[in-house]
């Protein structure tokens, strides 16, 4: 079965502080990844998508990509109390199955 | 405003039972899928669908069934077979996948499901 894996955490980083959230995945033939952030007790948010190796920055966040690493990562730049949320990695695209894998989540926390 | 509305917001089933969760969307997305969460767990995929009167199993699709009878709704029943409903259960849809890549989601606010 795919696999996506993620630091359970939770990560704690100081308020005005980069926050580096990381993801690996088991399936090589992976196209897409996405970054979404999950207030508790709320349905997920589409923060970030990526599809190409590099860098990808939209505001405060910037999406890294390595596919020959399998490993997809989120820094979250000038961390705001805000941002304190589980933030989920979900990867799709493969041929066989049109649907995304979701890893457990990271949750992050940010200390004013 | 377009977007993806599920109800009832919380449900309680009896033993036994079977409930339907509603999903209707209306922002003219062909895909739509259905996830369940446990309790600090991610996404686990139920079923989903990516055209009308078409749909395929997920990861975890025993004891649940769908339909896709119209493009704008995608019913989730849970069924007396799942042995073990209580969880918080998301819809969500995206645009058709495309040439090997697929979009990102859309998700509904969730019904939380509570067996008495």
């Known amino acids: 079965q795919k696999e996506v894996e993620q630091n359970s955490g939770p990560l704690s980083v100081p308020e005005g502080a980069i926050a580096s959230l990381n993801c690996t995945y088991s399936?090589?033939?992976?196209?897409?990844f996405f970054w979404y952030r999950q207030y508790s007790g709320k349905s997920p948010e589409l923060i970030m998508s990526?599809?190409?190796?590099g860098d990808k920055e939209d505001g405060r966040f910037t999406a890294q990509l390595n596919k020959a690493s399998q490993y997809v990562s989120l820094l979250i730049r000038d961390s705001q109390p805000s941002d304190s949320a589980t933030y989920l990695c979900a990867v799709g695209g493969d041929t066989g199955r049109r649907a995304l894998t979701f890893g457990s989540g990271t949750r992050l926390q940010v200390q004013p | 405003d377009g977007g993806i509305t599920q109800s009832p917001k919380y449900l309680f089933r009896k033993e036994g039972q079977n409930v339907t969760l509603s999903c209707e969307q209306n922002l003219n997305h062909d895909a739509m899928y259905w996830y369940r969460q446990d309790p600090g767990q991610g996404l686990r995929l139920i079923y989903y669908?990516?055209?009308?009167?078409?749909?395929q199993k997920g990861d975890i699709a025993e004891g649940y069934s769908v339909s896709r009878e119209k493009k704008e709704s995608f019913p989730l029943t849970v069924t007396s077979a799942q042995k073990n409903p209580t969880a918080f259960y998301l819809c969500?849809?995206?645009?058709?996948?495309?040439?090997?890549?697929?979009?990102?989601?859309?998700f509904g606010s969730g019904t939380r499901l509570t067996v008495v």
């Open positions: 969500a849809s995206t645009r058709a996948y495309r040439g090997g890549s697929n979009y990102g989601y859309t």
């Open positions: 669908s990516q055209i009308v009167n078409d749909f």
């Open positions: 990526i599809y190409s190796n």
């Open positions: 399936d090589r033939g992976s196209q897409s």
